[in-house]
């Protein structure tokens, strides 16, 4: 039965954090699931299919490339309930994982139809710098049947917020900044631009 990890994303946009969040879960997982998502409980600045655009070229921009990672556009819903639904599907004789970070350990409780989605798929949390999961929040995670782990793995200290607050680019990859100048995305890029010397 192959093990198969879901992992969705704001990706608003995606950062170097993310590509060494899914360069870990290919070495650890039979099967990565990407895709990018509006989450209900965030605002976004970008449409979603530019921040699709963003999440792929971030994939092929590993080296070497992860054979067992893939984009799955099909899988991007609100609801992560009619995701897994949709990977049912695709993958009918799979084990599921689902991924996260850790500053979405207290929000999970309140997705729509969360012990359903709990009773139906392991958890991964992600530790993120700064959200460290309380005790109180893993321990409703367990009453509600949760199965979860957390990830050996602490991704770089670096964040989409990060660049959409303070136009920090040493969080995106070359080929994500070069999008976000080209379809010129975020308004802190013309900022960033401002900053520059001029020779």
């Known amino acids: 039965m192959p093990n ?23 070495q650890h997982f039979d099967r990565v699931a990407v895709w ?16 699709m655009a963003m999440l792929q070229l971030l994939i ?4 070497p490339p992860r054979h067992n990672l ?4 099909e899988l991007s819903k609100p609801r992560t309930i009619h995701t897994l639904e949709i990977a049912e599907t695709l993958w009918a004789e799979a084990a599921f994982t689902l991924v996260i970070g850790s500053d979405l ?21 992600i530790p993120r710098p700064g959200f460290v999961p309380n005790d109180g929040s893993l321990a409703e995670l367990r009453q509600r049947g949760a199965r979860l782990a957390i990830a050996d ?47």
């Not at 350990?105 to 949390?125: A, F, K, M, R």
């Not at 900044?177 to 960033?192: D, T, V």
């Open 4 to 26: 198969i990890a879901l992992f969705g994303t704001s990706a608003d946009p995606p950062t170097a954090g993310h590509q060494a969040i899914l360069v870990w879960l290919a």
């Open 36 to 51: 990018a998502a509006d989450n209900p409980f965030k605002s976004h600045q970008t449409p979603l299919n530019h921040r």
């Open 60 to 63: 092929d921009d590993i080296n």
């Open 70 to 73: 893939h984009l799955y556009p």
């Open 105 to 125: 350990v207290s929000q999970l409780p309140n997705w729509y139809q969360s012990e359903l989605l709990l009773e139906q798929v392991n958890l991964l949390i």
């Open 153 to 199: 793995l602490t991704g770089p200290d670096t964040s989409s917020t990060a660049y959409r607050e303070h136009g920090d680019t040493d969080a995106l990859t070359p080929p994500i900044e070069a999008y976000i100048h080209r379809e010129q995305l975020y308004p802190c890029q013309n900022a960033s631009k401002e900053k520059q010397p001029i020779h």
